[in-house]
């Protein structure tokens, strides 16, 4: 089986604010950024099957890059819930909350959050339930945080080391051969 996990395009947001749920639309550099993707899609071949996180700086990119598939959003697949931390500046999250966090955030939740465990074991639920369907091709349209775990999921990486994995706006990583 082989497996392309794209990150989704650039939102519209400012740096530095941390948005993960948050239903952030693409930036204006949306349609650029779909033609670089689609060039490095260009050799892939077509997928059995799309898969997307349901919010639309996800779900917008898989439209535009297949719209003649059929698509399923799942939420198994969103970022990271930063619960109260959402669209607040991290420079203004009190160091109360978001210290203890950043020396554990793979067991520690954010506040009113989920922490990386979490959504890793809602990612490898998506793979294994994915595996059972024995599709040959597929095509995942995600967040940084899924493909950080899917990927330390594929390649028995500690989540802790996951984040070594840097995944940049409109990356597509392929994966083959995988195991569940």
């Known amino acids: ?15 530095g604010i941390c948005y993960g749920q948050t239903d ?3 930036a204006d550099s ?13 050799d892939a071949p077509s997928p059995m099957a799309i898969f997307t996180s349901p919010l639309l700086r996800c779900s917008r990119l ?14 198994r697949l969103m970022e990271l819930d930063f619960g109260q931390w959402e669209m607040k500046a991290w420079e203004e999250i009190p160091s109360a909350e978001i210290t203890p966090w950043m020396e554990d955030f793979v067991r520690i939740p954010c506040t009113g959050g989920e922490s990386y465990q979490q959504l890793y074991d ?17 095509t995942i349209i995600t967040h940084a945080g899924p493909i950080r775990a899917i990927h330390a999921h594929f390649n028995d990486i500690a989540l802790k080391d996951s984040f070594s994995l840097k995944v940049e706006y409109g990356e597509v990583l392929k994966l083959e051969d995988w195991k569940v």
């Open 122 to 138: 809602r990612c490898v639920d998506f793979i294994v339930a994915l595996r059972k369907q024995q599709l040959k091709n597929v």
């Open 24 to 26: 952030l639309l693409p």
């Open 62 to 75: 898989a439209e535009a890059l297949f719209p003649h598939h059929a698509i399923t959003a799942d939420p």
């Open 1 to 15: 089986m082989e497996i392309r996990l794209i990150r989704h395009t650039r939102p519209a947001i400012p740096k």
């Open 30 to 42: 949306f349609l650029e950024e779909v033609s670089t993707i689609k060039a490095q899609l260009v």
